[in-house]
């Protein structure tokens, strides 16, 4: 039941002194550590998003708790158990966002995206929250992409959306293999879950007690329950696939013949039902394809499948679509256990340290100087020591350093030192941003020069 309209009364807040704050259970940093692999994941959905033809889209982590609860249905694992679904202070019942699809497709019809030329192509990298029971490669803020194309049916869609999530994994180095089902349409739905119940009731005894419940509710959730006596029973229940009706069955043997000529490998897998109710026709999960010691539970790196009902359940004219979400925390999981490193982050080109509050002034501005010019410089103009501002320059890999110290400043000169070889040489002040300009050229190769300028590939 959705709670009541009362507002919150406002908590007191009493600083504590002495205590420090803590990570709240089920959530995670992503420190400067991780990002390099973070970035590796993100660049890649978002270069393979560009060259599917998918555009970006951010929604709201809050939305209406009801969005939620008629979208992935009030029965699913996720609504009953694991929503973060409170009341605002103005007494609306709102929830932390426990998948993308149900915002997106808000979001469509609440821009009238159905009114432009379908299809609608669109992408997200975004967190999401679910109550789980937390462990490894299971957090409660946990981020997800994930890719829709709304207004399209043609089973080769669910074929190019299926080949997306490959395309990402196999070009991170994860081999996956897809696994491929289909619940069919409203009308194999119903005969299907006769079919279930007949073959679940006299086998009531050996179920979980969830899914005892479930029997009663929807059946086909037994499918994906993960107790091992049930997944044993799950395994001789009859297929969904014997039960399509015709044209449910036509769509899924063109997808099947897609995903052939795309060159997806795939496994047909009558348990993958998926636990959200929306799905009709194509349910998908990516897995790995390997065993490389990581824990069974967490290869399974995303799924998805076709939706053509939610659309129309949100108030809009009936309109098939179809999308996935992949996990990232348990992507870089993979990555990691592979030993995939990320790139290392970019060094700066150039590092300046100076001694004194004059030097530092000077220095800002060569530093903005060289900025303008696209040359990336590192400095830490806090920082008195010389030594220690060097110090800072190999941490940061950077090649050479200017430095100007008191002297310097007298001179109008400034010294530039190699940093592997340790040789300083004097030029003059006004040469300095040539000499610059002439050493990054040569440490970056000649292509990153136009018309004698630095150009954009060198710039953050
Ligand atoms: P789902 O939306 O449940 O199909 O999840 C898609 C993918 O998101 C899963 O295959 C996981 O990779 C990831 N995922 C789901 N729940 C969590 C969680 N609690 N923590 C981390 N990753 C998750």
Redesign the pocket.
Known sequence: MLPKKTPVPEAPFVPKKGKTPMLVRGMKDILPVDWPWWNLVFDKVISVAREFGFERIETPVVEENAMFVRSVGKDSDIVEKEMFAFTDRGGDAVALRP?GTAGVVRAYLEHGMMAMPQPIKLFYISP?F?Y?RPQS????Q?W?FGFEILGDGHPVVDAEVIAIGATIYQELGIPVRVQVNSVGDAASRTAYLKVLLEYFKPRRTRLCEECKKRLIKNPMRILDCKEPDCQLLAQDAPPFLDHLSEPAKEHFVKVLEHLDDMDVPYDLNPRIV??LDYYTHTAF??TVADDIGVEKQQS?????GRYDGLVELFGGRPTPAIGF???I???IMQLKARGIQPPAPLRPDVFIAQLGDAARKKSIKLFRELRSLGIRAAATFSKTSIKAQLESANRLRAPFTLILGQKELVDGTILIRDMESGIQEVVDFGKAVGEVKKRVQKTNGEKQLVNGDVVADIQE
Do not use: N
């Open positions: 998948e999401m679910r789980d490669g299971r957090y409660r946990f997800q998926r636990g999960e990516y399974a790196l995303g799924g998805g979400a992949g996990g925390e348990r992507t």
